[in-house]
């Protein structure tokens, strides 16, 4: 089963390949939390080392690592170009961009970068699980959506969701990183397996290492403008990182459209880049793609002002 909002890409455990370093590779129950570590410890897992890419515009060479080889057979809600490590390409025009610059007395062209940002919120990912002798199946977690929960898990455990009951709590904060399934289907499988309630958490390093920060994102860009300060052209191209694995990538990259801002340009060229690496994977977080965009712009627009003095 693999699971994603968008493209269903990511498997609960690493299965055949580990594609970064906060993949889950094995799960162990215990009466406590002790015993558990030492458990841990004494599985060995035997790897062998392969080409890795960490930055998206390496990774769109053609020479690049695949990290995906069975990246067309992915099922996707959508229709986009998928090819190499791009698992999303989006292209947003109107008007003539070639008229747009030949209109143009001043061209500015710029490259930005924003990294990736953690939502910080001060409850770690944490679920607890329980399987009733009729197979029912009760989860407590700290997902923000427990209907997508519910779903995900109904397609985990191969079962109805109707025999399937989410229970979330006050959360100790989201701000868009508690969306994702993250601890629910290990914790309902382990407690099927053991016929009795199981209850995982992340620590706060694993948080950092396994779950969805904001995107980073290259901005690549230029703006046309007139004396008078009226804008007739803007083209460019946005690149996103979405990490090893899909997630909300994909739609993140539809903001790729408010490279526009806010702003009236009659001309405008733009591609955005759903781009896999071999980080972990990256997804939600206040406003998804927003802040990025919006830098860009409104840098740009700095720029512009300065340089015609308006």
Same mark, same amino acid.
Request: negative net charge; charged residues 20%.
């Given at each position: 089963?693999?699971?994603?909002?968008?493209?269903?890409?990511?498997?609960?455990?690493?299965?055949?390949?580990?594609?970064?370093?906060?993949?889950?590779? @094995?799960?162990?129950?215990?009466?406590?939390?002790?015993?558990?570590?030492? =458990?841990?410890?004494?599985?060995?897992?035997?790897?062998?080392? !392969?080409?890795?890419?960490?930055?998206?515009?390496?990774?769109?060479?053609?020479?690049?690592?695949?990290?995906?080889?069975?990246?067309?057979?992915?099922?996707?809600?959508?229709?986009?170009?998928?090819?190499?490590?791009?698992?999303?390409? !989006?292209?947003?025009?109107?008007?003539?961009? =070639?008229?747009?610059?030949?209109?143009?007395?001043?061209?500015?062209?710029? &490259?930005?970068?924003?990294?990736?940002?953690?939502?910080?919120?001060?409850?770690?990912?944490?679920? !607890?699980?329980?399987?009733?002798?009729?197979?029912?199946?009760?989860?407590?977690?700290?997902?923000?959506?427990?209907?997508?929960?519910?779903?995900?898990?109904?397609?985990?455990?191969?079962?109805?969701?109707?025999?399937?009951?989410?229970?979330?709590?006050?959360?100790?904060?989201?701000?868009?990183?508690?969306?994702?399934?993250?601890?629910?289907?290990?914790? @309902?499988?382990?407690?099927?397996?053991?016929?009795?309630?199981? &209850?995982?958490?992340?620590?706060?390093?694993?948080?950092?290492?396994?779950?969805?920060?904001?995107?980073?994102?290259?901005?690549?860009?230029?703006?046309?403008?007139?004396?008078?300060?009226?804008?007739?052209?803007?083209?460019?191209?946005?690149?996103?990182?979405?990490?090893?694995?899909?997630?909300?990538?994909?739609?993140?990259?539809?903001?790729?459209? @408010?490279?526009?801002?806010?702003? &009236?340009?009659?001309?405008?060229?733009?591609?955005?880049?759903?781009?896999?690496?071999?980080?972990?994977?990256?997804?939600?977080?206040?406003?998804?793609?927003?802040?990025?965009?919006?830098? @860009?712009?409104?840098?740009?627009?700095?720029?512009?002002?300065?340089?015609?003095?308006?």
């Amino acid at each position: 089963v693999r699971l994603g909002p968008m493209l269903r890409d990511q498997p609960v455990m690493a299965t055949g390949k580990v594609r970064f370093q906060g993949e889950y590779v @094995a799960a162990v129950a215990a009466t406590d939390p002790d015993i558990a570590e030492e =458990a841990l410890d004494l599985i060995r897992v035997e790897y062998e080392e !392969l080409p890795a890419v960490f930055d998206p515009l390496a990774a769109m060479e053609p020479d690049a690592p695949i990290i995906h080889e069975d990246l067309l057979s992915y099922s996707m809600d959508f229709k986009t170009a998928r090819y190499g490590n791009v698992c999303t390409h !989006l292209k947003v025009h109107h008007g003539d961009i =070639a008229q747009g610059w030949a209109e143009a007395d001043v061209v500015l062209g710029e &490259r930005f970068t924003t990294q990736a940002v953690h939502q910080g919120y001060i409850e770690p990912h944490a679920s !607890l699980a329980s399987v009733e002798p009729s197979g029912k199946v009760t989860v407590w977690t700290t997902a923000k959506g427990p209907y997508r929960t519910r779903l995900e898990l109904s397609q985990v455990l191969k079962m109805p969701m109707s025999q399937i009951r989410v229970i979330t709590p006050y959360l100790g904060g989201d701000f868009g990183g508690k969306g994702p399934v993250a601890l629910e289907p290990l914790a @309902a499988l382990l407690s099927r397996r053991t016929g009795k309630p199981v &209850r995982m958490e992340l620590s706060r390093k694993q948080e950092f290492a396994c779950v969805h920060p904001r995107h980073p994102c290259l901005v690549e860009m230029k703006l046309g403008a007139k004396e008078d300060g009226t804008l007739v052209a803007l083209g460019g191209r946005a690149v996103w990182d979405a990490g090893a694995y899909a997630d909300t990538g994909p739609r993140v990259t539809g903001k790729t459209a @408010a490279l526009q801002g806010i702003y &009236r340009v009659p001309h405008v060229w733009l591609e955005g880049y759903c781009v896999y690496t071999n980080k972990t994977s990256f997804g939600n977080c206040r406003a998804p793609g927003s802040p990025q965009a919006f830098f @860009a712009m409104e840098s740009m627009m700095d720029a512009m002002a300065e340089r015609l003095g308006l």
